[in-house]
């Protein structure tokens, strides 16, 4: 396991380690593998700072038509579903948890509400996510809970609060 605990952004390539157990070590949070991996590239990550000085994220999804999500989400309609954009979210939360030191399994544990109020569709660039570390818990049970936005070409179009993602080990997870 390499300590990247003090870098404040991370590559591709990095969250292909985290997905593939390299990056926090064995039995914590790893990110989805790709189709399922939402982001290209995590290009801030703070302790401090966004609207609630505990804690700031900004990531990236490069868009491109062929993404497997437009051929069949919906047929001559292509759109990205809005859940792959919110299971984003989750994933991220559940990333800093896991560079704040943190150590289990991440699992989504919901939110409070979300508004859809454009759609992302093949013609589109880039993704921008940004969260705001709204809570920190750090018990036998680590849970983070943020808000998100998700920009399209720099364009607001969704939004969600009070995302809950909580970090499990064998002691607190029997199943």
């Known amino acids: 396991m390499n300590d990247f605990t003090h870098k404040n952004s991370f590559s591709f390539d990095d969250l292909i380690h985290c997905a593939q157990g390299n990056l926090f070590g064995e039995g914590n949070a790893r990110l989805p593998m790709p189709n399922m991996l939402m982001i290209s ?14 804690g700031y ?16 989400h919906f047929e001559n ?3 990205m579903p809005g859940c792959l954009g919110l299971d984003a979210m989750w994933q991220l939360l559940g990333f800093y948890l896991a560079w704040a030191g943190l150590k289990g399994r ?3 544990l919901g939110c409070g509400e979300v508004k859809f109020i454009g759609e992302i569709l093949p013609s589109h660039k880039l993704i921008t996510y940004e969260m ?44």
């Open 106 to 108: 991440g699992r989504a």
């Open 41 to 54: 590239r995590i290009t801030k990550i703070h302790n401090s700072g966004g609207s609630h000085s505990l």
């Open 132 to 175: 705001n570390i709204k809570k920190l818990i750090k018990r036998s049970l680590s849970m983070v809970i943020g808000n998100g936005f998700l920009y399209v070409d720099s364009k607001l179009i969704y939004t969600a609060s009070d995302l809950r993602v909580g970090l499990f080990t064998k002691s607190n997870n029997k199943s």
């Open 57 to 72: 994220i900004k990531a990236e999804l490069d868009i491109n038509p062929d993404l497997w999500f437009f051929k069949c």
């Open 77 to 79: 309609d292509p759109v």
